[in-house]
C-alpha cells in the first residue's frame, strides 16, 4: 500500500469538513449533494486508448462479486450523508453493465436512500434493463466519443468481434428511458481525445437533447492515457464547434484532478497524483468510510464548482 501523505493532519481536516457540514446543517445553509463514483469493474468491451480504468492490482477481493461486501459497501456510502440532501451513487466501470447483479445493487443503494445513476458505454443496454431499474435511477450517462466508424475504430471503442455500439438505437433506448420514468436525467459523456477533437457532434447533441452533455478533455491520469494527451488548440477547437449547446459543460484537465470522489473495484478511494498514476486510501471495509475519505485528495470547493450548473 503506498504512502499517504500526512494523513493525521488530512483526518484533522476532514473531521472539521464533517463538523462544516454539521453546522451549515444546523444554520439552514444549502449543503451541495454529493456523487460518489464506484468503478464496479474493471473489464469492458471496448479498448479505448485513453481509458483510465486501470487500477494497481491487489490481493485484495473485487467487492462487486461479492452481494453482502458489496451492501456493506454500499451501507458505508450512505454513511457520507453528514446532513446533505442527498448522496448519489454512481456506477461506473470498466462497463457497470457487465455486473450481472448490478439490478441488485441499485435497490440496495435505494433502500439506503441513495439516489443511483449508471455510467456506461451503452453497448449492452436494453429495454429489458431500463423496464426494470429505469423509475429507479436519477441520472443515465452514456459515454459517446464519435459517430463514425473510423474515428471510434481508432479510439479504441470496438469489440474484440469487431463490433461498435449503435448509436441511432442508443437515441432510441433514451426514449424509452424517458417515457418509463419521466424524470430520469440523461447526461452523455464526451472525452475530447487525438481522434475526434475536429468533430461536430451537434446534431446527435440536438437530436438526445441530454440534461447534461459533458465535454472531458482527455485526462493524461495513467500511463497509457497520457499519450493520448491533446494540445491546448485541439481542445478548444472542439469547444468552440459546440459553444452554442447550452446543456455542454467543458471541463479542462485541471477542473477535473481531485473533484471526483472515487472508489475503485476493491473498495479503495483513489485520487489522481502529481505523476501520472494514482493514490489509494485504504479498503473503505476495512477503516470505514470517513477514516479512507480522510486519505483522499477530494476537493470539495472544486466539486461544488462542477456541480454549480443545478443539473447534478
Ligand atoms: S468505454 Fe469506457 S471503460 Fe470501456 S474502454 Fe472505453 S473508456 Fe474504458
Not at 92 to 120: F, N, T, W, Y
Not at 230 to 253: G, P, V, Y
Not at 290 to 295: K, L, N, R, T, Y
Amino acid at each position: 500500500m503506498q504512502t499517504h501523505g500526512d494523513v493525521s493532519a488530512k483526518s484533522t481536516n476532514r473531521q472539521f469538513y464533517f463538523e462544516e457540514i454539521i453546522m451549515l446543517k444546523k444554520t439552514g445553509n444549502r449543503i451541495p449533494d454529493l456523487v460518489v463514483n464506484w468503478h464496479l469493474l474493471e473489464p469492458c468491451q471496448f479498448k479505448c486508448k485513453y481509458c483510465y480504468a486501470e487500477w494497481e492490482k491487489t490481493r485484495l477481493p473485487e467487492i462487486y462479486k461479492d452481494p453482502h461486501a458489496s451492501s456493506h459497501l454500499i451501507e458505508q456510502i450512505a454513511l457520507l450523508e453528514h446532513g446533505r440532501s442527498a448522496v448519489r451513487l454512481s456506477f461506473a466501470g470498466g462497463e457497470p453493465l457487465l455486473d450481472k447483479k448490478l439490478s441488485a445493487k441499485i435497490d440496495r443503494a435505494r433502500d439506503h436512500q441513495l439516489a443511483v445513476s449508471i455510467i456506461s458505454n451503452g453497448h449492452l443496454l436494453k429495454q429489458d434493463f431500463l423496464r426494470e431499474n429505469g423509475k429507479k435511477i436519477a441520472m443515465l450517462g452514456i459515454s459517446i466519443d464519435s459517430l463514425e466508424p473510423v474515428r471510434n475504430e481508432k479510439i479504441g471503442r470496438r469489440t474484440l468481434t469487431d463490433k461498435q455500439t449503435d448509436y441511432q438505437n442508443i437515441i432510441k433506448l433514451l426514449s424509452v428511458a424517458r417515457e418509463i420514468n419521466p424524470d430520469i436525467r440523461i447526461k452523455i459523456n464526451t472525452v475530447v481525445n487525438p481522434f475526434n477533437f475536429d468533430e461536430d457532434l451537434s446534431e446527435l447533441i440536438d437530436r438526445i437533447k441530454p440534461d447534461k452533455w459533458k465535454v472531458l478533455r482527455v485526462l493524461p491520469a495513467t500511463a497509457k492515457s497520457m499519450i493520448q494527451a491533446i494540445s491546448d488548440e485541439q481542445f478548444m477547437l472542439f469547444r468552440k464547434k459546440h459553444a452554442h449547446i447550452s446543456c455542454a459543460i467543458f471541463e479542462d484537465n485541471e477542473c477535473m484532478k481531485n473533484s471526483y470522489l472515487m472508489i475503485d473495484p476493491y473498495g479503495r478511494f483513489f485520487f489522481n497524483k502529481e505523476n501520472g498514476e494514482y493514490g489509494y486510501s485504504d479498503p473503505i471495509l476495512t477503516v470505514g468510510i470517513e477514516e479512507a475519505f480522510a486519505q483522499t485528495s477530494f476537493d470539495e470547493v472544486k466539486f461544488s464548482n462542477r456541480y454549480s450548473d443545478g443539473v447534478k
